[in-house]
């Protein structure tokens, strides 16, 4: 006898409703246990904050750069560490590319922000050599090990701080923030741009290296007929508006979906929301 068709069908309901949010959970636990340096702030979070642009859906989910433990023996590949081989925008490496952040060698407190604490294995840092090339892609080998700290599985507060001795650097250098956790097999990877010469600098055109020059783009003009997804951009009264969220019939200026993105001027960057599940699906993986 089939035990299944003997139990009685609001049990079955009952049953699957039970399956259905432990998913829930399970998944929502997933997509929540993630993190970012706030201090300084990392690439990814200053795309966040719109100091970086043309960074792609890291801008919705900056705490979920999330691959592979085991650095530098395992994660991503080379080319790939600042992406987690998820975001891959962030990949884009040149001497002018990304805003930088000022920093001084010798004693720093690096600070992240956890959206959920995982228990953890470690916290590592890396810098980039004295002799590395900015403009070529991040590679293993550009990087040495500076501060390490264990956990030994313990689950961190949701503010964590580190005492760190960064090295004799000057210039442009990339620092390595790496969080190892203890109860998967995962890790996450963000990176800092610094400016070891004391002073924040703009980043510049993704395209060029060079400063946006702020010349007019193609961005069309808003259509209330016209479905809008999270990113896209749209010029109303002399002015460009850059969708949050999905979007039709709102207009630019009036409604919250709508946030300003310059007066006059700006690039079509068209990141959609179903580039952001994409991520997701990834990360899950």
């Known amino acids: 006898m089939n035990l299944l068709t003997s139990v009685p069908k609001t049990l079955k309901i009952t049953f699957g409703a039970l399956i259905m949010l432990l998913c829930s959970v399970a998944f929502a636990n997933s997509v929540s246990a993630h993190g970012y340096v706030n201090n300084p702030e990392s690439r990814n979070l200053l795309c966040a904050d719109g100091a970086n642009y043309d960074c792609g859906a890291v801008i919705y989910e900056p705490q979920s750069l999330e691959a592979p433990g085991n650095y530098p023996e395992g994660g991503p590949p080379d080319g790939k560490i600042a992406s987690a081989n998820i975001f891959h925008e962030l990949d884009a490496q040149s001497e002018d590319r990304w805003a930088k952040v000022p920093m001084s060698s010798g004693a720093f407190t690096f600070e992240w922000t956890l959206t959920a604490a995982h228990a953890t294995d470690k916290w590592e840092y890396y810098i980039t050599k004295e002799d590395w090339d900015p403009n070529d892609p991040l590679e293993r080998s550009d990087f040495e090990r500076f501060c390490s700290i264990d956990d030994n599985g313990d689950r961190p507060p949701f503010t964590v701080n580190h005492d760190c001795v960064i090295p004799d650097r000057t210039g442009y250098h990339v620092i390595l923030a790496y969080w190892e956790v203890a109860d998967t097999a995962n890790a996450f990877y963000n990176v800092i741009d610094a400016n070891f010469d004391g002073e924040y600098v703009e980043p510049g055109d993704p395209g060029t290296g ?22 896209d951009q749209v010029t109303y009264n002399g002015n460009i508006y850059e969708a949050k969220w ?24 068209n990141t959609s929301y179903l580039t952001y599940f994409y991520s997701l699906g990834t990360i899950l993986k």
């Open 246 to 269: 999905w979007t039709q019939g709102e207009t630019p200026g009036e409604a919250e979906v709508w946030e300003l993105v310059s007066e006059g001027t700006a690039s079509s960057n």
């Open 210 to 231: 060079e400063p946006d020059p702020g010349e007019p783009s193609d961005t069309p003009a808003w259509d209330a007929n016209e479905t809008y997804l999270g990113g």
